[in-house]
């Protein structure tokens, strides 16, 4: 099997940081955020702070995301100056906003939701001098990424419940018990008694989510490879014979506990790759027993092997942690 294009990503721990989701935030026309899709504003004016402190700031906010087979990077940044941080800028959907102030006595780290825009993350650290602003920083960086991860997810959920596939979700609550925010784009593919496989299908690439039921057991890292690897034999590849498996490499995929609202259950991340093919990408997995002693699974996967991959992955993992 061809496995050289794989990367090892060593940040999960940026999102074993983040083990609930939160829900859909209702927005307000008049007050929605702006920005776009996995983006941060940096407020940290280059003609005062330290090179060396910008550019560290910026490369831990752009370090690679995990579990893709290309290296990109977890957020794109857009840096301003102090002065420049007005009217719209205000209402930017992640923000991480850098002051000096002579004044204070300690470096003081805040986190508000919602402050000026919906859904909005902003973060500021304020210090009398630039090394306790940035140790300040270092000491929180793993939290500041999670939320601004998890608050991207929670903008593009919000652009998806406009644009809903009605019947898919309705077939989807009928069949599982479950409702999903699933875009109009989505249609269904294949159904099986046991499955649900929607795809949304362009020139380019492919955006794939499948719902389905496994035999009743622990959530382990074996048992949750097990049932994607057995319920992924139904998408047939070249031939019939070739079908998606998980990737094990190093510390490939990640597994953690992942509580998304009222379900407790684990997560998946990692890649997968066509058996004995060329074909593969990554993927994003939930898995949770109902009080019925079911094991449901919903998996988000791509296939792009011409296109960057952060932003698509993130767009199926918005839908599969829409669940309710």
Not at 6 to 18: E, G
């Amino acid at each position: 099997m061809k496995r050289t294009y794989l990367i090892l990503m060593t940040v999960a721990m940026v999102f074993a940081a983040c083990k609930k989701s939160g829900p859909i935030i209702p927005v307000s026309v008049d007050n929605s955020s702006i920005g776009k899709a996995a983006e941060v504003l940096l407020v940290m004016d280059k003609n005062v702070w330290d090179t060396t402190m910008q550019d560290s700031v910026i490369a831990i906010l752009t370090q690679p995301q995990p579990a893709t087979n290309q290296v990109e990077p977890m957020f794109d940044v857009l840096q301003l100056n102090e002065e420049l941080f007005t009217d719209n800028k205000l209402r930017h959907f992640n923000i991480l906003h850098f002051q000096l102030d002579t004044n204070l006595k300690e470096a003081k780290y805040s986190l508000e939701r919602n402050n000026y825009s919906n859904p909005q993350v902003y973060v500021e650290i304020r210090g009398a001098n630039q090394d306790s602003c940035f140790q300040l920083f270092l000491q929180h960086q793993d939290d500041i990424l999670a939320e601004f991860y998890e608050n991207d997810i929670r903008k593009i959920q919000n652009a998806f419940t406009s644009i809903p596939n009605v019947e898919v979700q309705e077939k989807i609550r009928q069949k599982f018990g479950i409702l999903l925010t699933v875009p109009k784009d989505y249609n269904i593919a294949r159904e099986g008694d046991d499955y649900l496989w929607l795809l949304y299908r362009t020139v380019k690439n492919d955006r794939c989510i499948m719902i389905y039921k496994s035999p009743t057991s622990e959530l382990t890292r074996a048992n949750m490879i097990y049932n994607r690897n057995r319920i992924f034999k139904n998408i047939e590849g070249e031939h019939p014979e070739y079908h998606p498996v998980v990737v094990e490499l190093g510390s490939l995929p990640f597994i953690f506990p992942m509580q998304i609202g009222a379900h407790q259950g684990a997560e998946m991340r990692g890649l997968w790759e066509m058996n004995d093919d060329w074909m593969g990408g990554p993927f994003y997995h939930y898995s949770f027993i109902t009080p019925n002693n079911e094991t449901i699974s919903i998996d988000g996967f791509v296939y792009a092997p011409e296109e960057e991959k952060r932003d698509y992955i993130r767009q199926v993992e918005s839908i599969v942690k829409s669940i309710k």
